[in-house]
């Protein structure tokens, strides 16, 4: 019956055709310009109806999710990245069974997965229009603000899926780096001071340093700490645990490289998206109730949420016990998160277990030293570093993207973090598929 429904979702879907020959990285970086191009239309283009209003408070959440809220980009990746979380827990529980290493498997994960955004789309502008996070003008009915939200979100879901076929990396990805260009420009370089626009944090201390006024150099800590965020992150993806092998039972000092960061950015972005949703739920009810359930829902926003402007209070030695507190609070609840998907991501793809990880090397013709050349032995070696190495790396992401926020680095902190490891992930990518484009390239250029 699973089959039949993923065949049959498969068959009905509509999709986007993927190129009939190999694309040139020319061609690739032309579809990405494209459509990132009209995404950023998009989030220029107002929701038609909409009573004025300002959202500052889902600040993090846009970067987060690459999402302009009031806007036609309202809910962002929002649907297809909780579409990815519940396909992934789906498939690890075995409610679904694909065969992804198929191309009829791939298309049938690609079909669940599109159903599954289009529910959460459907689902969040209900949310986002029926409780009122966005109103419509007088005279408005609020069907017209739900279909417009509804639209943009399915917009989104057909743009990611050209970028995945006829460009490189995914569409989250770069609409991650958008959002956080956008936000670190316009925040630390911005010239134009303008209604809902102020100066970069640069640009003013460049203009005070003009006018004689050496002071306010906390108007230099974003920049500072995205600089260290930047080197920080950069450093820990070169790092990496050797397993040492032999080649055909003979000693020949090969090994297996195993990255810290085993599960990559996929845990933290997971882990932000939902701590930030569950931010958006708990002021939502906490709005729309009263009395104990108020002060309950309340209290749980503030444990989810950053403490303002924490890390120049904290300098300055102004930080309250109660910021602290949050500040902690934040940084717990990133770190156990983030170890946790980055574990259920672990069970979810099934080339990067020790199974998968032991079969790649048994193929290559390699072993454990000493011992004889059988995979079973490989997997029971493998699963003293693996589990390990992906909960430590997704602890340390989710420290460090937690950080990153109560620095008030740009791009919301843990924006930046995603910006920097997109960006190394697009480059090994060029690296390795495109070597012979893209390395003549980067020598002309540099």
């Given at each position: 019956?699973?089959?039949?429904?993923?065949?049959?979702?498969?068959?009905?879907?509509?999709?986007?055709?993927?190129?009939?020959?190999?694309?040139?990285?020319?061609?690739?970086?032309?579809?990405i310009f494209i459509v990132c191009a009209i995404y950023v239309i998009l989030g220029s283009i107002p929701l038609i109806g909409l009573a004025e209003g300002?959202?500052?408070?889902?600040?993090?959440?846009?970067?987060?999710?690459?999402?302009?809220?009031?806007?036609?980009?309202?809910?962002?990746?929002?649907?297809?990245?909780?579409?990815?979380?519940?396909?992934?827990?789906?498939?690890?529980?075995?409610?679904?069974?694909?065969?992804?290493?198929?191309?009829?498997?791939?298309?049938?994960?690609?079909?669940?997965?599109?159903?599954?955004?289009?529910?959460?789309?459907?689902?969040?502008?209900?949310?986002?229009?029926?409780?009122?996070?966005?109103?419509?003008?007088?005279?408005?009915?609020?069907?017209?603000?739900?279909?417009?939200?509804?639209?943009?979100?399915?917009?989104?879901?057909f743009l990611d899926e050209i970028i995945t076929k006829w460009g490189f990396g995914s569409g989250i990805g770069w609409f991650i780096l958008l959002g956080?260009?956008?936000?670190?420009?316009?925040?630390?370089?911005?010239?134009?001071?303008?209604?809902?626009?102020?100066?970069?944090?640069?640009?003013?201390?460049?203009?005070?340093?003009?006018?004689?006024?050496?002071?306010?150099?906390?108007?230099?800590?974003?920049?500072?700490?995205?600089?260290?965020?930047?080197?920080?992150?950069?450093?820990?993806?070169?790092?990496?645990?050797?397993?040492?092998?032999?080649?055909?039972?003979?000693?020949?000092?090969?090994?297996?490289?195993?990255?810290?960061?085993?599960?990559?950015?996929?845990?933290?972005?997971?882990?932000?998206?939902?701590?930030?949703?569950?931010?958006?739920?708990?002021?939502?009810?906490?709005?729309?109730?009263?009395?104990?359930?108020?002060?309950?829902?309340?209290?749980?926003?503030?444990?989810?949420?950053?403490?303002?402007?924490?890390?120049?209070?904290?300098?300055?030695?102004?930080?309250?016990?109660?910021?602290?507190?949050?500040?902690?609070?934040?940084?717990?609840?990133?770190?156990?998160?983030?170890?946790?998907?980055?574990?259920?991501?672990?069970?979810?793809?099934?080339?990067?277990?020790?199974?998968?990880?032991?079969?790649?090397?048994?193929?290559?013709?390699?072993?454990?030293?000493?011992?004889?050349?059988?995979?079973?032995?490989?997997?029971?070696?493998?699963?003293?570093?693996?589990?390990?190495?992906?909960?430590?790396?997704?602890?340390?992401?989710?420290?460090?993207?937690?950080?990153?926020?109560?620095?008030?680095?740009?791009?919301?902190?843990?924006?930046?973090?995603?910006?920097?490891?997109?960006?190394?992930?697009?480059?090994?990518?060029?690296?390795?598929?495109?070597?012979?484009?893209?390395?003549?390239?980067?020598?002309?250029?540099?």
């Open positions: 019956m699973g089959n039949f429904m993923s065949n049959f979702l498969a068959t009905i879907m509509p999709t986007v055709s993927a190129p009939k020959g190999k694309t040139s990285l020319k061609e690739k970086f032309m579809w300002v959202y500052t408070q889902f600040e993090l959440l846009q970067i987060l999710t690459a999402s302009s809220i009031g806007t036609i980009l309202t809910l962002g990746i929002i649907p297809i990245i909780d579409a990815s979380i519940l396909l992934q827990i789906l498939l690890g529980m075995k409610f679904i069974s694909i065969d992804v290493s198929t191309s009829q498997g791939k298309a049938q994960l690609g079909a669940l997965q599109k159903v599954l955004a289009i529910f959460f789309a459907l689902a969040f502008s209900l949310v986002f229009v029926v409780t009122g996070i966005l109103s419509p003008a007088q005279g408005i009915p609020q069907v017209f603000l739900f279909i417009q939200i509804f639209m943009g979100a399915i917009l989104v879901i956080v260009a956008q936000e670190a420009i316009y925040r630390g370089f911005n010239i134009f001071e303008v209604v809902g626009l102020n100066l970069g944090d640069v640009v003013k201390y460049i203009g005070n340093l003009v006018a004689g006024n050496i002071g306010e150099i906390d108007l230099l800590f974003p920049i500072i700490f995205t600089l260290v965020i930047f080197a920080v992150v950069n450093f820990a993806q070169l790092l990496r645990v050797e397993v040492p092998l032999s080649y055909n039972q003979f000693a020949s000092g090969h090994s297996w490289k195993l990255k810290f960061i085993y599960t990559s950015n996929i845990p933290v972005i997971f882990a932000s998206i939902i701590i930030a949703e569950m931010g958006l739920v708990f002021n939502t009810i906490a709005n729309h109730s009263t009395d104990i359930i108020q002060q309950i829902f309340s209290g749980l926003h503030w444990f989810v949420s950053i403490p303002p402007s924490f890390i120049t209070h904290a300098l300055s030695g102004t930080a309250s016990t109660t910021m602290y507190m949050q500040s902690f609070s934040h940084i717990l609840l990133y770190v156990v998160l983030s170890a946790m998907m980055a574990l259920l991501w672990l069970e979810m793809t099934a080339a990067s277990t020790p199974s998968g990880v032991a079969s790649q090397i048994h193929k290559a013709g390699m072993s454990i030293g000493g011992f004889r050349r059988d995979p079973r032995i490989i997997e029971a070696r493998l699963t003293n570093y693996i589990p390990y190495l992906a909960a430590m790396g997704g602890a340390f992401v989710g420290l460090l993207a937690a950080f990153a926020n109560l620095t008030g680095a740009y791009g919301g902190g843990t924006g930046i973090l995603l910006a920097v490891m997109i960006v190394f992930q697009l480059y090994e990518y060029l690296i390795h598929q495109h070597a012979e484009e893209f390395l003549p390239l980067l020598r002309k250029k540099f």
